[in-house]
């Protein structure tokens, strides 16, 4: 017994189906190719506010740029004041982290370690701008080797030659009006640094100059079969006519010598070593606001 199959009809398309069915098409192509954008909100970052206490000094900083995040996700490092789009909407974590030139080199911008991020919830509408202003200070375990700002004559950046800095209206002079050369240590010889555990360990200082300037680490080693006494000069500053601030780290140093102890060291000169721009009269290097700064156990 034979079956035959049966079929369904299906009415071939009217061109009218056809013509939707290509529009349909089209649309859908549209909506891939130029899917609709998101509208940012936007962030304008101030410059930090910072203050310190009593005991760590005058509130002198250089906070050149933020590294901003929302929400956790980095936006990146902006030079400040900045105005910062972002496509997260909505209450959001907003954290700002101070950023410093590392060494005085504008290209190694960092994160400060000594100074705390700062933090704020706001609400981010499309469109529209929040305007922030961070604050900082020191963190809480940051510890203080050394705080001199030349308000008496009783300044410790004297060590090995006590007449190298002068203090002339709560300034460190250092005058090489009759000299070539001058050097001289901190007073004071620290044995309490890391050497070992990348813990940061920065020297911080504002200064003008029309000299080179030289800033580094005596090594000590009071060890009777291998004494060692040895300098390093890490940062040449080259001459400016303003009042600057540098953030030097130390922690590379450190690490690498393991002495017992350190003092800081300097050393001015009128021979020009590559900066180009030395004063040939009035030759001197005015220091100010000086910190070494190690982190807590």
């Given at each position: 017994?034979?079956?035959?199959?049966?079929?369904?009809?299906?009415?071939?398309?009217?061109?009218?189906?056809?013509?939707?069915?290509?529009i349909i098409t089209l649309w859908?192509?549209?909506?891939?190719?130029?899917?609709?954008?998101?509208?940012?909100?936007?962030?304008?970052?101030?410059?930090?506010?910072?203050?310190?206490?009593?005991?760590?000094?005058?509130?002198?900083?250089?906070?050149?740029?933020?590294?901003?995040?929302?929400?956790?996700v980095s936006m990146g490092i902006?030079?400040?004041?900045?105005?910062?789009?972002?496509?997260?909407?909505?209450?959001?974590?907003?954290?700002?982290?101070?950023?410093?030139?590392?060494?005085?080199?504008?290209?190694?911008?960092?994160?400060?370690?000594?100074?705390?991020?700062?933090?704020?919830?706001?609400?981010?509408?499309?469109?529209?701008?929040?305007?922030?202003?961070?604050?900082?200070?020191?963190?809480?375990?940051?510890?203080?080797?050394?705080?001199?700002?030349?308000?008496?004559?009783?300044?410790?950046?004297?060590?090995?030659?006590?007449?190298?800095?002068?203090?002339?209206?709560?300034?460190?002079?250092?005058?090489?009006?009759?000299?070539?050369?001058?050097?001289?240590?901190?007073?004071?010889?620290?044995?309490?640094?890391?050497?070992?555990?990348?813990?940061?360990?920065?020297?911080?200082?504002?200064?003008?100059?029309?000299?080179?300037?030289?800033?580094?680490?005596?090594?000590?080693?009071?060890?009777?079969?291998?004494?060692?006494?040895?300098?390093?000069?890490?940062?040449?500053l080259c001459p400016i006519d303003?009042?600057?601030?540098?953030?030097?780290?130390?922690?590379?140093?450190?690490?690498?010598?393991?002495?017992?102890?350190?003092?800081?060291?300097?050393?001015?000169?009128?021979?020009?070593?590559?900066?180009?721009?030395?004063?040939?009269?009035?030759?001197?290097?005015?220091?100010?606001?000086?910190?070494?700064?190690?982190?807590?156990?």
């Open positions: 017994m034979s079956h035959k199959n049966k079929g369904t009809l299906v009415s071939a398309p009217t061109s009218c189906q056809l013509l939707l069915l290509a859908s192509a549209c909506d891939l190719i130029n899917p609709e954008e998101s509208l940012p909100a936007y962030l304008t970052i101030e410059s930090f506010e910072f203050s310190t206490s009593p005991e760590q000094g005058v509130n002198s900083s250089q906070i050149t740029d933020a590294w901003v995040f929302v929400e956790g902006f030079e400040l004041p900045a105005t910062v789009p972002t496509l997260t909407l909505g209450n959001s974590k907003i954290t700002v982290f101070p950023v410093i030139r590392e060494n005085g080199v504008r290209s190694t911008p960092i994160i400060y370690p000594f100074y705390d991020r700062y933090e704020i919830d706001v609400e981010l509408t499309a469109e529209q701008t929040i305007t922030i202003q961070p604050t900082t200070k020191y963190t809480d375990d940051a510890v203080f080797e050394l705080v001199e700002s030349f308000n008496s004559s009783n300044q410790r950046l004297n060590g090995g030659n006590p007449d190298a800095v002068e203090v002339e209206e709560g300034v460190g002079v250092v005058d090489l009006s009759d000299k070539e050369l001058v050097e001289f240590t901190s007073s004071a010889t620290f044995i309490d640094l890391p050497t070992s555990g990348g813990f940061p360990v920065f020297l911080e200082f504002d200064y003008q100059t029309n000299v080179e300037f030289e800033v580094g680490l005596l090594g000590r080693d009071p060890n009777p079969v291998n004494p060692v006494n040895a300098t390093i000069y890490k940062v040449i303003r009042w600057n601030k540098v953030y030097i780290n130390f922690q590379p140093e450190l690490e690498a010598s393991q002495l017992l102890g350190y003092r800081l060291a300097f050393r001015a000169s009128t021979t020009d070593t590559g900066c180009g721009n030395v004063a040939t009269a009035n030759q001197k290097v005015l220091i100010d606001n000086v910190k070494f700064i190690r982190r807590g156990n």
